[in-house]
């Protein structure tokens, strides 16, 4: 790698991170539950307006709790939107359910609720919304479609939105359970890490459990029990103190690491959109009343040929791309896990000419220039 290449992804350090990691061993208390972690938790719970938080090793295991906090039984299915990450859909898989994939609305690349409206049926237990870019998806929409179906919940699946925004309310609160991932290309990291959750109060006793490999430990320690023993499914879920320590640093700089990723996203949109019409690309649609996380960026090029292309231009230029996601309905775990067909043409559509540019916490705009003039040039 040349020392001016852009890079597509980067993890950085943003204040404390290895102040509070020494203190984290120092202070001896590395496993879960630790003093970090508690720091995290609270930070989370109230920008979030939580009933309740977990740290979790990763946001599949987030998602993997939330579908065991669903009771799912043999027949359930789950409807997950094409376009996500595979983990959205695996976790349901993982406790039984089968999934019917939804398409996704061209305006916000998140789940479409008319779709969703057709999909369900009484097999229906949960919808997953995924708010891609860090831009909030058609909650309203979706509120609409779930409001006649009281038994069907929603999770948001929430690693690209953490302190996004929808009139003024944050990503993650919506749905009964939402999940965050702190994985090293999301936009507050700690290597591997995630959270759940919890908007409704019902669901903490529970959890808690869960997470605690099936015991009711927590009860034990907040002195509710004079033991503690095995009472429910579970596994080990909590995060390490160490990388708590590291995650609490980078959330403390929630504000300037967000500010960064807005700086160069504002930038591509300025530079980009005057030259989408001329070029043949579009840039993604920036919908009112949201207040984006910043997660990402991308336009949307004429076609798969044309993305090949470009990728190798910019590669030659230094500069890495990427294009994510490959839709769920169309793989191999997708038809197996599948409870039915489905048609999910705007995904497919999308999925053929998306291609990502780089955003990280270290990118300047001068650097987002760069890409811009490489993107520009190899269309031109
Ligand atoms: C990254 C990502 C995940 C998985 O996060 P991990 O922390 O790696 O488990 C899940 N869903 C979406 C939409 C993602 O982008």
Redesign the pocket.
């Given at each position: 790698m040349s020392p001016d290449e852009i890079r597509f992804n980067q993890p950085t350090l943003e204040g404390n991170e290895v102040d509070y990691v020494q203190q984290a061993v120092r202070g001896g208390h590395t496993s879960m539950n630790g003093p970090f972690a508690k720091r995290v938790t609270d930070l989370l719970t109230e920008e979030l307006g939580a009933a309740g938080v977990l740290l979790t090793t990763?946001?599949?295991?987030?998602?993997e709790m939330t579908a065991m906090l669903l009771s799912l039984q043999p027949g359930d299915t789950v409807i997950v939107p094409s376009f996500?990450?595979?983990?959205?859909a695996l976790a349901y898989v993982r406790e039984g359910a089968r999934i019917v994939f939804a398409d996704i609305e061209r305006e916000t690349l998140g789940i479409d609720p008319a779709h969703v409206a057709e999909l369900i049926d009484d097999t229906t237990r949960a919808v997953v919304a995924?708010h891609?870019a860090g831009v909030a998806c058609d909650l309203p929409g979706l509120g609409s479609a779930l409001g006649d179906h009281p038994g069907v919940e929603l999770i948001e699946?929430n690693?690209?939105g953490l302190f996004g925004r929808l009139d003024g309310r944050p990503l993650g609160s919506f749905g009964r359970m939402s999940?965050v991932?702190?994985?090293e290309?999301?936009s507050f990291s700690c290597g591997?890490?995630?959270a759940l959750v919890l908007n409704d109060p019902g669901d903490v006793e529970r959890a808690n459990v869960l997470y605690e490999k099936g015991t009711d430990r927590r009860a034990f320690e907040d002195g509710r029990v004079d033991k503690y023993t095995w009472r429910d499914t579970g596994s080990s879920f909590g995060m390490s103190d160490i990388l708590a320590a590291y995650l609490l640093a980078q959330l403390e700089a929630r504000q300037a690491i967000l500010d960064k990723r807005r700086a160069v996203v504002e930038r591509y949109h300025e530079v980009l959109a005057p030259e989408a019409d001329a070029l043949g690309f579009e840039v993604p649609v920036m919908p009112g009343g949201r207040d984006y996380a910043y997660h990402l960026y991308y336009v949307l090029l004429d076609g798969p040929g044309t993305r090949e292309r470009v990728t190798a231009a910019m590669r030659a230029a230094g500069i890495r791309t990427a294009f994510?996601?490959v839709p769920l309905h169309d793989s191999e775990g997708g038809r197996r896990f599948a409870a039915r067909g489905t048609d999910c043409p705007v995904t497919e559509e999308v999925a053929g000419r998306l291609l990502r540019l780089p955003v990280h916490n270290a990118l300047t705009p001068a650097d987002a220039d760069r890409v811009c003039e490489a993107l520009v040039t190899a269309l031109g």
């Open positions: 990763s946001c599949t295991d987030a998602l996500t990450f595979v983990s959205s995924v891609y699946d690693a690209h999940a991932s702190f994985h290309t999301k591997e890490g995630g994510h996601f």
